[in-house]
């Protein structure tokens, strides 16, 4: 059995979906690409357009891979939407075509409901008189449910009650807890064993690789569906930060400062040493409250700073969490339960320790260091500038296949940008193009005299342009911005100037929300930053137009982004170029999601005709229809009313 016989137009999967079955020569020569590289040992990159079917163009030859020689595969995906498609659609659908195989979705532990620490909290009083209500729920469902994960409530409990519920990988005790014959962790550990396939996420596989294998089972493939996202989150793992939240959130779970109970009055033993610790506790928080504080002054005109010196502020916080850490070693305790649990309380007060220190010793070689605040979080971070070293060691040069793929991996139609962040030096490439007919489902439309983004006028004439664009949608139109200032100045002037289209801004309810009012108000017009441009997938007529407010460009002063460019000799083509072409191509895919879509794309940046760099933006789309005349873009969708 291989992927050509099983796609073909008489193959297996042609039988079981009969009429819905559509050939796609793409698809086919995708899961033979995934086939070949899995059979030789080998990585690939495929970058597959809209509608080529890329998810059972690699699951079937990783089944089948899986199955044949009885390893264990993983496929990681960026977006909890597509992780639940392939759990709940995709692989159903194939284990009635291939017949029998394993597989199991993978989340992260604090999903899951931990029943030594939900015993803890009820029996404790640990809890806030505001959470009773919501307590009394989870206990009603902990009774009936069979997974234990925080995605089967119906109603979702505040994140404070749920963090002293949830399972956290350093409070576990696996087989030596009193709840393990029952824990809901431990079962779906048991499942993902014996499966051949697992279904995780991006995060959860790089908390794999930054623990040495401690997540998930031991595996010789992964495909990384959503790979142009993976260098954001290696970067993430690979990291050192701490926020005054998590030290108050350490210093509550020994000694909750509203309701004076936690960890140490639990402990068997209460006796001068605890008593000494409650001290502690309750003097960290001031010192804790008061180092964080130091970064006021720095952070009260900008909530970004990249620290280029040593010691910002004075270490006042390393030193007394390592005497904590120290203190709690030496406590006396009556059961093994609770020497584990006071050890995972001291690693984590050590671990804060370091990461102080790293950031303000900047110890890192290779990093970046900053401190940003968000209300009333304070946070240092320390960040790798680039992790190709780490990913070329420990990632692909540790399993046998490697299979990076997305809609959007090339720049210009070259792999070399993606391989050089991630350090992939050898891999067979594949550059496969949407099967759609973009010339006749799509034009894009772009404004003229909208190039210079500096100019005083220019906010005046793009919110113009912009309801001349509007006044022809009348609605089904998504518009992506760069920035919020932007979005908000446009979003106060279209409510004002055209009140009868019914407007809806990212910020305003949560993103799903936002999206399922967009598809059910034909007048709708939804207006969305940065996580608007990737992941939104809203086919048929509700979504007519996108907009492009303007080439997406990373900040250069974005600590990492401007680290990152320091390092390079023509830091705009080698980097910003490129990036910013992958995320318009993002923004441009939104538009056309089946073979009945038709639509315009519109670009309010004159700068990709008028520049040279922009020819690397109209490479990068599918040949379709392009004008600068709004004449024709009325036109356009007087022609998509009548059919």
Request: net charge negative; aromatic share 10%; with cysteine.
């Amino acid at each position: 059995m291989n992927a050509f016989k099983i796609f073909s137009e008489n193959g297996m999967i042609a039988l079981s979906m009969r009429d819905n079955y559509e050939h796609r020569p793409q698809q086919i020569e995708m899961a033979a690409a995934v086939e070949r590289a899995l059979d030789t040992k080998t990585h690939l990159l495929v970058e597959a357009g809209t509608g080529v079917g890329k998810s059972l163009a690699y699951l079937v030859p990783l089944i089948l891979w899986a199955r044949d020689t009885n390893q264990r595969a993983v496929v990681a995906t960026h977006t909890k939407a597509l992780q639940q498609q392939l759990v709940d659609k995709d692989l159903p659908f194939l284990k009635r075509v291939l017949g029998d195989f394993r597989y199991a979705l993978a989340v992260g532990g604090e999903n899951y409901l931990c029943l030594r620490r939900f015993d803890q909290l009820r029996m404790g009083d640990l809890y806030e008189q505001n959470e009773v209500e919501h307590l009394n729920r989870l206990f009603a469902w902990s009774a009936m449910t069979r997974t234990g994960l925080r995605s089967d409530l119906q109603a979702e409990p505040p994140a404070s009650l749920w963090a002293k519920a949830c399972r956290q990988a350093d409070l576990c005790f696996g087989k030596d807890c009193s709840f393990h014959r029952d824990c809901f962790y431990l079962r779906a550990k048991a499942i993902e064993q014996q499966a051949h396939l697992i279904v995780a996420n991006h995060h959860l596989f790089f908390a794999d690789m930054a623990t040495g294998g401690n997540v998930l089972p031991f595996h010789k493939a992964v495909v990384f569906d959503e790979a142009h996202q993976v260098e954001e989150v290696a970067t993430d793992y690979l990291g050192f930060d701490v926020t005054n939240f998590s030290v108050r959130y350490l210093l509550d779970g020994l000694l909750s400062q509203r309701t004076r109970k936690g960890l140490l009055t639990r402990l068997t033993v209460q006796d001068h040493e605890v008593l000494v610790i409650r001290g502690m506790v309750d003097g960290l928080r001031v010192v804790s409250d008061n180092f964080f504080l130091n970064l006021h002054p720095f952070l009260q005109k900008e909530p970004v700073l990249r620290v280029r010196k040593r010691n910002l502020v004075p270490d006042i916080l390393s030193e007394p969490l390592l005497e904590l850490q120290d203190a709690l070693l030496a406590v006396s305790v009556e059961n093994h339960e609770e020497e584990l649990e006071v050890k995972a309380f001291a690693a984590r007060a050590g671990a804060m320790a370091l990461s102080v220190r790293v950031n303000l010793e900047q110890s890192e070689e290779g990093f970046v260091y900053w401190a940003e605040r968000e209300n009333q979080r304070y946070r240092l971070v320390a960040s790798p500038i680039d992790v190709a070293d780490t990913l070329r060691e420990d990632l692909f040069g540790k399993l046998e296949t490697v299979v990076l793929t997305s809609a959007t991996l090339s720049a210009a139609a070259s792999f070399s940008y993606i391989k050089g962040r991630l350090g992939l030096d050898a891999a067979t490439e594949l550059l496969l193009d949407s099967p759609f007919d973009f010339q006749n489902q799509a034009m894009l439309y772009i404004a003229s005299n909208l190039e210079d983004q500096k100019a005083e006028d220019f906010q005046e004439k793009f919110d113009h342009e912009l309801r001349s664009v509007l006044s022809v949608t009348q609605g089904r139109t998504l518009v992506l911005f760069t920035s919020y200032g932007q979005l908000r100045k446009s979003a106060e002037r279209l409510r004002k100037e055209m009140p009868d289209l019914a407007l809806l801004c990212q910020g305003e309810m949560p993103a799903y929300r936002l999206v399922e009012q967009f598809k059910g108000i034909p007048n709708a017009v939804l207006l969305g930053t940065a996580s608007f441009w990737q992941g939104i997938d809203i086919p048929g007529d509700a979504l007519q137009c996108v907009v492009i407010a303007k080439l997406p460009f990373a900040v250069p002063d974005d600590p990492i982004v401007e680290a990152r460019m320091e390092r390079l000799k023509n830091p705009f083509f080698e980097f910003q170029v490129p990036q910013a072409t992958l995320l318009f191509r993002q923004g441009f895919g939104r538009l056309i999601r089946t073979k009945t879509d038709r639509g315009a794309v519109v670009v309010l940046d004159s700068r990709i005709t008028t520049k040279s760099y922009g020819k690397w933006f109209l490479r990068s789309i599918p040949k379709c229809g392009i004008t600068d005349k709004i004449e024709e873009f009325r036109k356009f969708f007087e022609g998509l009313r009548e059919k």
